[in-house]
């Protein structure tokens, strides 16, 4: 017994030294000025938002020979989902993820809940000229840039009812909207957000239309926290735009440069937003 309660008095005094010393570095690297570093979490992986376009009882623009804008947009939107999650530094929301109609305010609400840090609405585009072809982005303004850009606003602005659903709340003025973004930064992140798009399409291989960033009163671009831009990846109308946007190695071309573009957006060194 006593044998036993000398051991433990051994083990004390060899723990008070160990404590001792351990009080002093700590002492030491205090006085030298050199706290112990917490590990530094890795950063969360930045959440984009997909939109496709349309669904469900809205096919949007139609194709001469059939093809439903509807359905090739969702085809890269689940393209682009796929690239942007290899390699884990980004997380990927879709706005719909079926062949079903959600409301635009319900996309931009959907998005907001999420708290995603940009904003891709994906869509493809229908003339009445069969000759126009190639991609364009747009962002929100007030006044739009040209005719063209406030009637396809318009285009895709128009709702279809969804059946037992009431319509989503009309989305904020533009206008006020627009002064949000402005005080937080968001005009200014999505007007660069569309350019990095225009460079990327263009060092991408895909054709684009002159002039190829223009502005109008897109609902779903109405998030005042979110960068966001539409793309129009091409003319359902033209017969070859509508062939390209038709076939697998095109959209994955589509979905590479999408990436390449969110890419840019975030690389270091870039951002205009204040933290
Ligand atoms: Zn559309």
Redesign the pocket.
């Known amino acids: 017994m006593i044998h036993i309660r000398r051991r433990d008095l051994i083990t004390s005094a060899l723990a008070a030294a160990v404590f001792g010393v351990g009080v002093v570095s700590t002492w030491v690297s205090s006085r030298a000025g050199q706290p112990v570093k917490k590990p530094v979490p890795p950063p969360k992986p930045k959440l984009i938002a997909l939109d496709p376009?349309?669904g469900g009882a809205d096919p949007?623009?139609l194709g001469i020979s059939g093809t439903q804008?509807?359905a090739v947009?969702i085809a890269v939107a689940h393209e682009l989902q796929k690239q942007l999650l290899t390699g884990g530094k980004y997380r990927v929301m879709l706005t719909r993820a079926a062949d079903t109609l959600v409301p635009l305010r319900e996309r931009v609400a959907r998005a907001e809940a999420a708290k995603a840090d940009l904003f891709l609405?994906i869509?493809?585009?229908s003339h009445p000229d069969t000759g126009v072809r190639g991609a364009s982005v747009y962002t929100l303004s007030e006044e739009a840039s040209d005719r063209e850009a406030e009637a396809l606003a318009a285009?895709?602005n128009r709702e279809v009812p969804v059946a037992g659903m009431k319509l989503g709340s009309q989305p904020e003025s533009v206008a006020k909207t627009l002064v949000a973004m402005a005080q937080r930064g968001t005009v200014n992140d999505s007007r660069r957000l569309a350019e990095t798009v225009v460079r990327t399409f263009s060092t991408g291989g895909i054709r684009l239309l002159p002039h190829t960033h223009r502005q109008a009163g897109f609902a779903v671009l109405t998030s005042p926290d979110i960068p966001a831009a539409?793309v129009?990846l091409g003319y359902l109308s033209n017969p070859q735009d509508e062939k390209l946007l038709t076939v697998k190695q095109h959209q994955m071309a589509l979905a590479r440069a999408l990436r390449a573009s969110v890419e840019a957006y975030f690389a270091p060194g870039t951002a205009t937003r204040k933290a």
Request: glycine fraction near 14%; charge should be negative.
């Open positions: 376009g349309h949007g623009a804008e509807k947009v609405s869509h493809a585009d285009r895709e539409l129009e």
